[in-house]
Nanobody, 124 residues
Framework: QVRLVESGGGSVQAGGSLRLSCTASGRTFPTYAMGWFRQAPGKERDFVAAISWTGSRIAYADSVKGRFTISRNNAKNTVYLQMNALKPEDAALYYC?????????????????WGQGTQVTVSS
């Protein structure tokens, strides 16, 4: 099995920054894509960003383009989400997910493994 553990969430004021991390452990795959999703109370889980194994393919939701940056360190089995210029509407529980076929897509069903989430709160 694969275990994903997110960290780095917290409370910030609007305009602030946070850096989320997600580390994978357990069963490994030759290559895999990683994604970040978020879910606010009462809303669906939405795509935020995704990155391929080599980092050559990256995708962002329109709502975070220019503010968020996804990156990864394969030696550490870790993916990061740098979030700048945070807005109150960015507040949510942020999940990382792993796709063992190395696709970079926004579809939830594509991802095989999920973390438990890390909370991000943004005050205005």
């Amino acid at each position: 099995q694969v275990r994903l553990v997110e960290s780095g969430g917290g409370s910030v004021q609007a305009g602030g920054s946070l850096r989320l991390s997600c580390t994978a452990s357990g069963r490994t795959f030759p290559t895999y894509a990683m994604g970040w999703f978020r879910q606010a109370p009462g809303k669906e889980r939405d795509f935020v960003a995704a990155i391929s194994w080599t980092g050559s393919r990256i995708a962002y939701a329109d709502s975070v383009k220019g503010r968020f940056t996804i990156s990864r360190n394969n030696a550490k089995n870790t993916v990061y989400l740098q979030m700048n210029a945070l807005k109150p509407e960015d507040a949510a529980l942020y999940y990382c997910a792993l796709d063992n076929e190395n696709r970079v897509v926004a579809t939830l069903d594509t991802y095989d493994y999920w973390g438990q989430g890390t909370q991000v709160t943004v005050s205005s």
